[in-house]
């Protein structure tokens, strides 16, 4: 009989699940709607309803199931699994580690969802095994995981890896959802780039393609890529700070990978040519000389395959 992990990416709109080898191969995926409501008090039975019904359609049993591992999306403690806040979720001091070990009968391993990406893409993505890798997600916000000799770099309180809350514009920045101005998620998101083609455009009367239609972030790399004189000012600004954020957090680190995901990551070349050219201009030398930096290779698997990884610690393996 074939045992699986559980890895589970837990999101505020969607859970994506899946069972996966010790080897890291996925055996079945799937994803349920998160529910939201009454504060989130349905979500944990709602997944542990949904691993029982899949099992039972696939005609496996619970025995065949070692461990899960899950991410969140917020700042997690680690000896507990107590998910601080997810605001997306409308947690706050959450136990989910307790709570989902209750409900399922199985050990569970939990952390931020940035970090099981990291592992994810570190495991059997872009990463290749590197033991020591950067990890950023570009999408509506802008997450983080830093990967140091092989292990997840958490902090004190579950904030470690928080690259999207760098201080980019240490004055006039504009507002982050974190509370604080100037951060990197409010420039080298999907939204800042969208902010910053809108103030450009509002600032001056030249013709670029992006007048008159939606504005969005794959629109303004595309038409960067046609020469767009509008969309490229935009597109390097928005990686000379993400270049230089990123030359920030591996003059620390000292990565061998820089792995690049998120839906902004679909822009592809252009993306990674921009930002390796300022991280080069800004990284210590030896750093730069050391690091690579490359596109996610797993879309939206790498979180439940990081949390199969995550789920292998439980189990010895």
Known sequence: MEQWLVGIDLGGTTTKMAFITEDGIIVHKWEIPTDTSNRGER???????????????????KEQLLAIGIGAPGPVQEETGMLYEAVNLGWKHYPLKRQLEEETGLPVAVD????????????KGAGGGARHLLFVTLGTGVGGGVIANGAIVRGTNGAGGEIGHMTMVADG????????????????????????????????ERPSAL????VTAKAVFDAAKTGDALALEVVEEVT????????????VTNPEKIVIGG??????????????????????????AGAEIVLATLGNDAGVIGGAWLAKSLIGA
């Open 173 to 204: 920045g504009a507002p982050c959802n974190c509370g604080k101005t100037g951060c990197l998620e409010t420039i080298a998101s999907a939204t800042g780039i969208v902010r910053i083609a809108g103030e450009k455009l509002a600032a001056s």
């Open 263 to 288: 839906g902004v990551s679909k822009a592809g070349a252009l993306l990674v040519e921009h930002v390796a050219a300022h991280f080069r201009r800004y990284a210590f030398p030896r750093v730069a």
């Open 240 to 251: 000379r700070y993400l270049g230089l954020a990123l030359a920030n957090a591996a003059n």
């Open 112 to 123: 931020n969802d940035a970090n099981i990406a990291a592992l994810g893409e570190m495991w």
């Open 43 to 61: 979500i944990v039975a709602h997944i542990a309803r949904s691993l029982d019904e899949t099992l039972a359609r696939l005609g496996g049993t």
């Open 211 to 214: 007048r008159g239609g939606d």
